[in-house]
């Protein structure tokens, strides 16, 4: 019954729409979803590279060209809203004091989202890697957890900075 109230005075006066994240303390923080982002943005950059090959693209190449764009413009948003979260929901004064590079490496990653975005170009991707790499070893040393590096076992199969939970346990 009170649905319904809500419902019909909503329809008549829409309500704004409130969304968040992490504005509670919810505590559930992990940079590897900004890296899976990168990693699908080099993956789109090599799908586009053989793309490149051919002297003309059919409609259907033309349709995956601005596909392939449109996801890697997308995984560069991904990759901006992962690390500003976490940099400005989880990153306090005493990780600052014992990471004094995270500002301006948050920087850093924002700027070169915003040229892998706007370029078709691995090495951009690559440099946005490692910089969301670093981000993510800081992250996990300011969590007390151990890191190692390892190939992900998926094209475009790069280094990725994983947390050892194992040796954390």
Same mark, same amino acid.
């Given at each position: 019954?009170?649905?319904?109230? &809500?419902?019909?005075?909503?329809?008549?006066?829409?309500?704004?729409?409130?969304?968040?994240?992490?504005?509670?303390?919810?505590?559930?923080?992990?940079?590897?979803?900004?890296?899976?982002?990168? &990693?699908?943005?080099?993956?789109?950059?090599?799908?586009?590279?053989?793309?490149?090959?051919?002297?003309?693209?059919?409609?259907?190449?033309?349709?995956?060209?601005?596909?392939?764009?449109?996801?890697?413009?997308?995984?560069?948003?991904?990759?901006?809203?992962?690390?500003?979260?976490?940099?400005?929901?989880?990153?306090?004064?005493?990780?600052?004091?014992?990471?004094?590079? &995270?500002?301006?490496?948050?920087?850093?990653?924002?700027?070169?989202?915003?040229?892998?975005?706007?370029?078709?170009?691995?090495?951009?991707?690559?440099?946005?890697?490692?910089?969301?790499?670093?981000?993510?070893?800081?992250?996990?040393?300011?969590?007390?957890?151990?890191?190692?590096?390892?190939?992900?076992?998926?094209?475009?199969?790069?280094? &990725?900075?994983?947390?050892?939970?194992?040796?954390?346990?």
């Amino acid at each position: 019954m009170i649905f319904e109230l &809500l419902t019909r005075l909503d329809k008549k006066n829409p309500f704004d729409t409130a969304s968040a994240h992490c504005d509670i303390p919810c505590k559930i923080y992990d940079p590897m979803s900004a890296q899976l982002a990168v &990693l699908t943005m080099i993956r789109m950059v090599d799908l586009l590279e053989e793309l490149k090959a051919n002297t003309q693209l059919s409609f259907e190449q033309q349709a995956t060209f601005y596909r392939l764009v449109a996801e890697k413009e997308n995984h560069g948003k991904i990759v901006k809203e992962e690390i500003r979260v976490i940099w400005g929901d989880y990153i306090k004064q005493p990780q600052l004091e014992t990471h004094p590079q &995270l500002h301006q490496l948050t920087h850093e990653i924002m700027l070169a989202a915003s040229f892998a975005k706007q370029h078709i170009d691995r090495a951009a991707t690559l440099k946005l890697l490692d910089k969301v790499n670093q981000f993510a070893d800081i992250f996990w040393q300011t969590k007390g957890v151990a890191t190692y590096t390892a190939h992900c076992p998926y094209p475009p199969a790069e280094t &990725l900075i994983y947390p050892d939970l194992k040796a954390s346990a």
